[in-house]
Structures are given as structure tokens and as C-alpha cells.
């Protein structure tokens, strides 16, 4: 007769120190948050492969292919550099306002792109959610991957336009590389948070390119930052200038371009960035890890 295990009723333990004793966990159980962090990590792999079929799913069907991460930053540039540069004169104060333009509009649509990839993280890949069991925080991180490595591509093409457009190389391009880590954490926070509030609110999703574009107006990408001063004061200000799109932009505006009027110092802005980036960067996690046990169901 095979041997079958059985609780002993003489042990006089409880049924939650047998389940420790043969190791056994509650069904559903949301993991601590460094449990979670940690399985996270054991599944890099599953992300990476993820995020490069993503990839390859997106651009194979295109005869251009990846040269579309390229061209679509451009195009926009080149359609707001004949509207808001020419015809409505917004490159007025601007030395270089063409490595001005492209700055934010490189630096605005690698944000845009996580958000609007990030809100479906979730509900388009449900399938795959009630099929297999992994972190879920794998899908808005595999999004966050790719947006990132576009924008590796991307910002060689924006160093190419700012030196063809006669900005020199100086040590303040090394700069870059700092805005880049801290503004893709902070694009990862917002991906992970996109996804969990896109999956509780499935209408959201209709209104993100009303609030990009909001976002977008309020983040000087078109237009000089000294229009925001030269309108607003006191309390209207702070805000415009705390917001963290907007001071993203300025970065990267100061590390590629010389004599560019910025929002504020450099030293406020960047301490204004490490603080978003902390706030969103974690509070996204944490946020989409509280919803861990719901996504899918229903």
C-alpha cells in the first residue's frame, strides 16, 4: 500500500505550523514586497525575451523596421518645428531652437511611449496572465525595456541633430548618461502604476492622448521655458516648474546645448529629479505590487 501523508492529530499543532512544517504557503498569497522583488529578478530572463518579442512583434511587419524608432521623433520635430517655429515665431529667444525642439520632443515622446504602452500591459496580455504563473510586474517592465532601448537609438540620432545644428561636444554631455538612468526609472514607476490603474479602469486608456498632450504643453517641449515665467506667478509657477516632464527636458537641454535659459539651476533641477524619480520610481512599484493578486481575474 503506498504511503500517503497525513497531519498526525496527537501532534497538537495548528493547522498554519503544519503548513510551515512541510512547507506549504496559502493559494493567492501576496508576497512581501522583497519576496516579490526578489522573484522579479529570477524572471530577468522571461523579461528581456518578453520585451524582444514585443519588439520584433511590433516592427517585423514593417519594411522599416526599427528605423521607425528613429523617424517617428523626427517627423514630429519637423511638424512642430514648422508650426510653432515658423509660423507662429516660438523661436524667438532661442538660439538653437532646432536642438531645442528635438530635445523635448525626444525626451517627451520616450515618456509618452511608456505610458500609452503601459496602460495595456495588462489587460492585452490577459491570455498570457491566466495561462502561466509569473510576477505580473514582468509585463509593464518588459514595456519599460523596450521604450528604453528606443531611446538609447533615439538619443544618438538627437546628439547627431544638436552637433549638425552647431552645438559642440563638451564634458556636460557626459551628463546624459544621469538624465537617461534617472528619467527611465522614473518612466518605469509610471509604466507599473499605468498598467495596475489601467487594469482596475479600463476606460483610462481613451483619455491618455488628451492628457499627453496636456502634459506635453505644460512641459516646454514647443517652446521656450521663459514663456511660463513671462504668464504665470507665484503658486501657478512652482507647479509648472515642478513638474517633472518638464524638468526631464531641461536636463537634457543643459547637458547638449550651451547658453540655454533653463527653468531654474541646474542644482535645483536635479535635485528636484532625484526626488521624482524616488517617488514615482518606488511608489509605482509598490502600487502595482499591492494589486498583485487581481490581475486577470474578473
Not at 27 to 54: C, D, V, W
Request: glycine share 10%; net charge positive.
Amino acid at each position: 500500500m503506498p504511503e500517503t501523508a497525513v497531519a498526525d492529530a496527537g501532534t497538537g499543532l495548528s493547522p498554519k505550523e503544519l503548513a510551515r512544517r512541510h512547507g506549504l504557503s496559502a493559494s493567492g498569497r501576496l508576497p512581501g514586497l522583497m519576496e516579490y522583488t526578489r522573484q522579479l529578478l529570477s524572471y530577468r530572463h522571461f523579461i528581456q525575451a518578453h520585451a524582444s518579442a514585443k519588439m520584433s512583434s511590433a516592427l517585423g511587419t514593417t519594411k522599416l523596421g526599427t528605423v521607425w524608432q528613429v523617424l517617428t521623433p523626427i517627423i514630429n520635430a519637423a511638424v512642430y518645428y514648422v508650426i510653432f517655429g515658423v509660423i507662429l515665431g516660438g523661436r524667438e529667444g532661442v538660439t538653437n531652437f532646432i536642438a531645442y525642439l528635438c530635445a523635448g520632443v525626444f525626451v517627451f515622446q520616450f515618456t509618452q511611449s511608456i505610458v500609452q504602452n503601459g496602460i495595456n500591459a495588462i489587460t492585452g496580455n490577459l491570455g498570457l496572465i491566466r495561462a502561466l504563473h509569473f510576477p505580473r510586474a514582468s509585463l509593464p517592465l518588459s514595456v519599460a525595456l523596450v521604450e528604453i532601448r528606443n531611446f538609447v537609438v533615439a538619443l544618438f540620432v538627437l546628439m547627431g541633430i544638436v552637433l549638425i545644428t552647431g552645438e559642440p561636444i563638451t564634458l556636460e554631455w557626459l551628463l546624459v548618461i544621469p538624465v537617461l538612468f534617472l528619467q527611465s526609472i522614473f518612466n518605469t514607476g509610471l509604466a507599473l502604476a499605468a498598467a495596475k490603474f489601467g487594469a482596475k479602469v479600463r476606460d483610462v486608456k481613451q483619455l491618455i492622448p488628451f492628457i499627453m498632450r496636456f502634459w506635453m504643453y505644460g512641459s516646454a517641449v514647443l517652446y521656450p521655458v521663459s514663456l511660463f515665467s513671462e504668464h504665470l506667478q507665484g503658486w501657478k509657477l512652482a507647479v509648472v516648474q515642478a513638474n517633472p516632464l518638464l524638468i526631464f527636458i531641461e536636463l537634457m537641454r543643459h547637458s547638449l546645448m550651451e547658453d540655454v535659459k533653463l527653468a531654474g539651476p541646474p542644482a535645483l533641477l536635479w535635485t528636484q529629479a532625484v526626488i521624482w524619480t524616488v517617488l514615482v520610481g518606488i511608489g509605482g512599484f509598490v502600487y502595482f505590487w499591492r494589486g498583485e493578486k487581481g490581475y486577470g481575474r474578473g
